[in-house]
């Protein structure tokens, strides 16, 4: 199936990833396309709800297996998206997983009433992966075991988590998902470093033929005034 002008195998998970912070997407796409989940999901990535409705629209909901959506967005919030995306189709409707810094009982009851799957609290972790994979409709090649769980109720926050991003936990985990995004930056440009070695030699290489065929030029009948008297 061809999902964004781009062909998908039978048993991928496609999923929609709404979310307005480079980095946060950027958390996502890396977990979600590691060695442990190569080959189970296929993520396209927006950055805004009107963006996500627009893509939903054209392809009538019909090409993405599960929508995974920031809370907190300018103009269309994930909340307004997931009561939008549950509206196209009451029948047969679109998971949705609310993402939030923010761990509010308040919030994750009003997201789980509307409709959500699950709601995961930031940053998105390697132990979140699995719960995507319960609340999805489809199945991944990996994951004929697995059991599909939908509207899974998360395990209530304590007093020191529902303090949010605000808190140092919250500021931690910001800088954890910036540290796996330059990580992998890191990582992408130390293939490159091989290559920018060998084309410094022969930069220098031609530097030296340079000046050592200027100094034979200037030197008369000398072959290289190196060797001149």
């Given amino acids: 199936m061809e999902v964004g002008g781009v062909e998908v195998e039978e048993g991928v998970m496609r999923v ?28 396209i990535a927006v950055d805004s709800a009107k963006k996500a409705m627009e893509f939903l629209g054209l392809k009538e909901g019909k090409a993405i297996d599960m929508v995974l959506t920031d809370y907190c967005m300018p103009e269309m919030t994930g909340y307004d998206l997931l009561k939008a995306i549950k509206a196209l189709n009451p029948l047969k409707p679109i998971p949705v997983i609310v993402m939030s810094s923010e761990n509010e009982p308040q919030r994750i009851s009003r997201c789980l009433n509307a409709g959500a799957e699950d709601y ?4 998105f972790q390697s132990k979140d992966v699995q719960r995507l994979r319960n609340c999805s409709n489809a199945r991944p090649k990996d994951s004929a075991g697995c059991e599909t769980v939908c509207k899974r109720k998360p395990t209530p926050p304590s007093a020191h988590a529902a303090v949010g991003a605000a808190s140092p936990s919250g500021r931690r985990a910001h800088f954890t998902g910036v540290a796996m995004v330059l990580h992998s930056s890191s990582v992408e440009l130390s293939q490159y470093f091989p290559l920018l070695f060998k084309l410094g030699l022969l930069v220098y290489a031609v530097l030296c033929l340079g000046e050592l065929l200027h100094r034979w030029s200037s030197g008369g009948g000398c072959s290289l005034s190196l060797w001149c008297a």
């Fill in 120 to 123: 995961i609290v930031k940053p």
């Fill in 16 to 43: 929609l990833l709404v979310d307005d912070s480079p980095v946060d997407r950027r958390v996502v796409q890396l977990l979600l396309n590691s060695n442990s989940c190569a080959g189970s999901f296929h993520v």
